[in-house]
């Protein structure tokens, strides 16, 4: 049993690229037909060719010493014709095989990078925060954009070769079946160094993905405009270049050893491979001495030799090349293979519109995979329609990754969270998400215009929509648009020309537009007002309930004196809850909330 499962395991792996080939032909069907079709009308002309100049040769031979040399030029000449047709066609072929070629990629590489970014899509949030899945992702970009055209490159090859080598082979037969064997131990010794290094180089490759993506991190701080300041600032440009330099020189020295190495074999098992041919050269040369071969025979003869030769070296080296792709088409499918934790169910039920009970967070505890503490711990909380509840506490104490499970980014290790009595895992995900809007503290600036930037809040509504602007004018980012070249047609940051960069507390009035913008039921703030002057900060508060309409709302902030309109007050700390009130209620408490409030409010007096 379990040498049939390895057997079957081996099959799998060496058959790979089947599924690769089949990625292929989705992303073109008409570009691989024409590909298949030039390769089979390739690998027949040579033979044409030469076979046609053999023909020229005996003919002008056996004329050498005519009477009528018009006569005997006229029966040179159809053939001289013919090949000049077969130049022709060739040379149309290898144009088309050009432009099939080029377009081909380019249709494959959009394709698989479509694939990788809706695997990207699909993948939890729990693979983004993995260090192991950075390294897959790393792997599968650097494979998918070439290595399954690569494929079908090798194997229009290998058929073209193939095809070349089978016309070649029938031709030496006729001369000696010896020579086949010869031609082929000539060509082993390199495909088996192509193969050995292949694997060294994918084995290599693999060990050395996180340090090919520190170097890349490197390069990216030098040139982000996130880091550009604070590079200049403490002159850290020199250090990250050497240390970007230092991992490079330690790639680069690694690499060209193996590539030494592989030289070296190469070039003894293609001397090796000389010898032989050079001594089935010599056999050709001596049978058309004794007169047993005419001169069109000789040359017949070293023309098949040497296209044989290519043609088996080349065949030879498109199957070792498909050996070394199948290595590497297992760091593609190591990504795509990657299963989601966050499922929808088998039958969802429709999400309440309205939500009549509220959301209840029922004894919830959770913990990353990749952690030995527990983030959360035996959370229970209401939140009732229309209500406004705050989270409040030290960094750390679990606040954010509370609102991560309210929107299934993941769910809970134990307990449940319901809404009307429901649990979330019954809901389709899409449904449920599109019922909550947040605003996280470490929100996207995205480099498209104002007015994009706030309907990515919700892209269901039409670019121009008049909620837009309202959404705007509820969080204060439409006085800041207003005074932009274009108002809302202006690319926001300097990522595109013209585009116009905006201060922090600006950047978050936009994307706290971007939360109002979506008709959601529940809205959740994490800071909102962290990164605005005080001014803007108590104008989004002090009417807070307007802004958030009839909504649920959800408000993590550190600074208490934003949240007493809140109707119930969490104070959390290491990932429970610790006391729950009203502002009025946990002042008397006098406990964590009550000291934390204090704490601040000594810093205004």
Same mark, same amino acid.
Request: aromatic residues 10%; hydrophobic residues 45%.
């Given at each position: ?22 990625l ?10 024409? *590909? ?19 023909l ?6 056996s ?11 006229? &029966? ?40 990788i ?29 070439? *290595?399954p ?6 194997l ?29 131990v000539?060509a082993?010794p390199a495909v ?43 002159d ?26 592989r ?38 003869y ?22 070394? $792709? ?11 293979d ?14 309440? &519109? ?7 967070f ?53 307990g ?61 980012? $439409?006085?800041?648009? %207003? ?14 020309? &013209? ?14 537009? *971007? ?27 002090? *009417? ?12 993590i ?31 008397? %408490? ?9 704490? &601040? ?5």
């Open positions: 049993m379990k040498a049939g499962k390895i057997i079957k395991s081996k099959i799998k792996q060496a058959t790979r690229f089947i599924p690769a080939l089949g292929v032909w989705q992303s073109s069907p008409g570009w691989t037909i024409a *590909r298949i079709i030039l390769v089979s009308i390739q690998g027949i002309l040579p033979l044409a060719a030469i076979y046609l100049a053999k020229i040769i005996d003919t002008v031979t004329n050498l010493r005519a009477a009528n040399p018009s006569a005997a030029f006229d &029966q040179i000449l159809p053939l001289l014709i013919i090949a000049g047709i077969v130049t022709i066609i060739i040379s149309l072929c290898q144009s088309l095989t050009e432009l099939v070629n080029t377009a081909h990629s380019q249709k494959v590489t959009d394709y698989m990078q479509g694939i970014h809706a695997k990207s899509i699909e993948a939890d949030l729990e693979y983004y925060e993995n260090a192991k899945y950075h390294d897959a992702l790393q792997r599968a970009q650097q494979e998918a954009p070439y *290595r055209p690569q494929i079908l490159n090798r229009a090859e290998a058929g073209q070769n193939g095809i070349s080598l089978v016309a070649m082979i029938g031709l030496l037969l006729s001369l000696h079946w010896g020579i086949i064997g010869i031609l082929l000539a082993i088996l160094v192509r193969m050995k290094y292949s694997r060294v180089m994918y084995y290599w490759q693999r060990r050395r993905t996180q340090l090919e993506r520190q170097s890349m991190y490197l390069g990216w701080m030098i040139t982000a405009d996130q880091y550009a300041k604070e590079i200049r600032l403490f850290l440009g020199s250090w990250f270049s050497k240390e970007y330099l230092k991992i490079r020189n330690k790639l680069y020295q690694e690499r060209l050893s193996i590539a030494t190495k030289s070296i074999a190469y070039f003894l098992a293609q001397a090796t491979a000389g010898i032989f041919v050079f001594g089935v050269f010599a056999f050709i040369i001596y049978q058309t001495i004794q007169g047993i071969l005419l001169l069109g025979d000789l040359v017949l070293y023309q098949a030799l040497q296209r044989g030769q290519q043609n088996l070296k080349a065949l030879l080296t498109s199957l070792s090349g498909l050996y070394e $792709d199948n290595l590497f088409l297992a760091n593609l499918y190591e990504f795509l990657l299963k989601p934790k966050i499922v929808e169910p088998e039958y969802p039920k429709l999400l309440p &519109q309205p939500i009549t009970k509220g959301i209840i029922d004894n919830v505890s959770f913990q990353y995979t990749d952690s030995a503490r527990q983030a959360l711990k035996n959370i229970n909380l209401t939140i009732k329609p229309g209500e406004t509840i705050a989270l409040v506490g030290e960094n750390g104490s679990g606040k954010t990754t509370l609102i991560k499970l309210l929107c299934r980014l993941y769910d809970p290790t134990s449940n969270i319901t809404i009307d009595g429901v649990d979330l895992r019954d809901f389709k995900i899409a449904d449920l998400r599109k019922q909550i809007g947040v605003i996280f503290q470490d929100y996207a600036k995205y480099h498209f215009t104002a007015a994009e930037n706030i309907r990515l809040g919700n892209i269901d509504i039409l670019p121009g929509d008049h909620q837009i602007r309202s959404a705007a004018c509820r969080s204060g980012a $439409d006085d800041v648009i %207003q005074r932009l070249p274009q108002k809302y047609d202006t690319i926001l940051g300097k990522l595109f020309a &013209q585009g116009e960069e905006l201060s922090i507390g600006q950047w978050q009035k936009v994307a706290l537009a *971007r939360a109002f913008l979506r008709d959601s039921q529940v809205i959740v703030l994490d800071e909102p007002t962290s990164a605005m002057d005080p001014k803007a900060e108590y104008e989004v508060f002090s *009417r807070f309930r307007e802004l958030i309409k009839d909504q649920a709302a959800i408000l902030t550190h600074r208490l004196s934003t949240v007493r309109m809140a109707d119930r007050i969490y104070v959390m700390e290491q990932g429970s809850i610790v006391e729950s009130g009203t502002h009025s209620e946990l002042i008397k %408490q006098q406990g964590k909330y009550a000291y934390l409030f204090e704490t &601040q409010a000594q810093n205004y007096r």
